[in-house]
């Protein structure tokens, strides 16, 4: 047996990675006048004015905000502002070859598939990309810690589905799921967590990460004809529901019913993590199914009902949307939660 493989060298790594998590200060105490809605400024991505011309909607997580503030569900002073994810936080799950690869502005401008960022200082690339993206990082890592004292947390950002702990693609350089459950299973004494994720493509990072985990049950709904295509890591989904170019909305709410209720059946969690991507939205240019706005409403109502009614705490992620409409969808429905008394954002809620 080599020495890499050895029981002791996996146990000094695996109390590394302890010691880690416990000396975060990614954990910190919420005052209870604060809601469970985590974002800050700086998720939002501003780069010279060049990221105009990347598909992705990069103030997609400040114009959420934005509209329920001024629909009236959301005060900004009760949003709660992580910290920046840390060095000695992504090693909790990423590689330090992997992170020293981000000092790479090619190597970063491949994983955001934008190729104009591999000309500008690394120096740049840090500050005015993987900075907000760290930032999300925190929230959500904080989000799960949020959800099991409230019910319920939504960090207006995160989602980077596509990142593993030693690659990164797809616009996610890190892999806040992973990291997210990793510090679960430590700081808050969590043994078994459901993924559902319901973005249009496949989360081949996270399953990935958790392919010989059995604490991690993976319920994935995507379109398998788009990006990642990977294989190898469909291989690793406990629970795959493929959706093809072109299903319209009502075929999507019907395979998620049947899907929900096999995940109720099949595992048991203490903690749910949503990855609620709006790309299935009709027109968008990267997911192409035919899911329409009272859809994602929907969709996020049924998969909020799921975890609410088992008094399971439920950690919600934006994830991909690369329309501009997205952040309008994704607060309509935030908004019909409310309504619901699915959450509380402090509103008297009138449920429909």
């Not at 690659?167 to 004494?189: K, M, R, T, W």
């Not at 240019?285 to 975890?307: N, V």
């Not at 329309?323 to 449920?351: D, Q, T, Y």
Request: glycine content about 8%; hydrophobic content about 40%.
């Amino acid at each position: 047996m080599s020495s890499s493989s050895s029981p002791s060298v996996t146990t000094d790594a695996e109390t590394l990675k302890r010691n880690r998590i416990l000396s975060s200060k990614l954990y910190f105490d919420i005052p209870i006048f604060k809601l469970p809605l985590i974002y800050s400024p700086d998720y939002d991505i501003s780069f010279l004015g060049i990221e105009k011309l990347h598909p992705f909607d990069s103030s997609k997580w400040g114009r959420i905000c934005q509209f329920l503030s001024s629909d009236g569900f959301l005060d900004k002073n009760c949003i709660v502002e992580p910290l920046e994810a840390s060095k000695e936080d992504l090693l909790v799950v990423h590689s330090e070859s992997y992170l020293k690869s981000l000092q790479s502005s090619p190597n970063v401008s491949i994983i955001i598939e934008f190729p104009p960022v591999a000309l500008f200082p690394n120096c740049l690339v840090q500050r005015k990309v993987l900075y907000p993206f760290r930032k999300q990082v925190g929230g959500t890592i904080l989000a799960a810690k949020l959800a099991k004292e409230r019910g319920w947390a939504i960090n207006v950002g995160g989602g980077f589905h596509h990142c593993s702990a030693d690659e990164g693609g797809g616009f996610c350089a890190y892999a806040d799921i992973s990291l997210c459950i990793h510090y679960a299973f430590v700081q808050l004494n969590i043994s078994r967590v459901m993924i559902i994720d319901l973005d249009a493509h496949q989360g081949n990072g996270h399953e990935k990460d958790f392919s010989s985990d059995s604490r991690v049950y993976i319920l994935d709904m995507f379109n398998p004809g788009i990006y990642p295509r990977d294989y190898e890591a469909r291989r690793f989904i406990d629970q795959k529901v493929e959706v093809v170019s072109g299903t319209t909305t009502n075929e999507y709410l019907k395979k998620l019913d049947e899907a929900l209720e096999v995940a109720g059946h099949t595992f048991d969690p203490e903690l749910v993590i949503y990855n609620a991507g709006t790309d299935i939205l009709e027109g968008d240019p990267l997911g192409r199914l035919k899911i329409s706005p009272d859809g994602i409403a929907a969709r996020d109502e049924k998969t909020f009902r799921f975890a609410r009614s088992r008094n399971i705490p439920i950690v919600m992620l934006t994830s991909g949307g690369y329309m501009k409409s997205s952040a309008r969808v994704i607060a309509n429905s935030v908004e019909n939660l409310s309504r619901k008394g699915l959450i509380n954002m402090g509103r008297s809620p009138v449920k429909i």
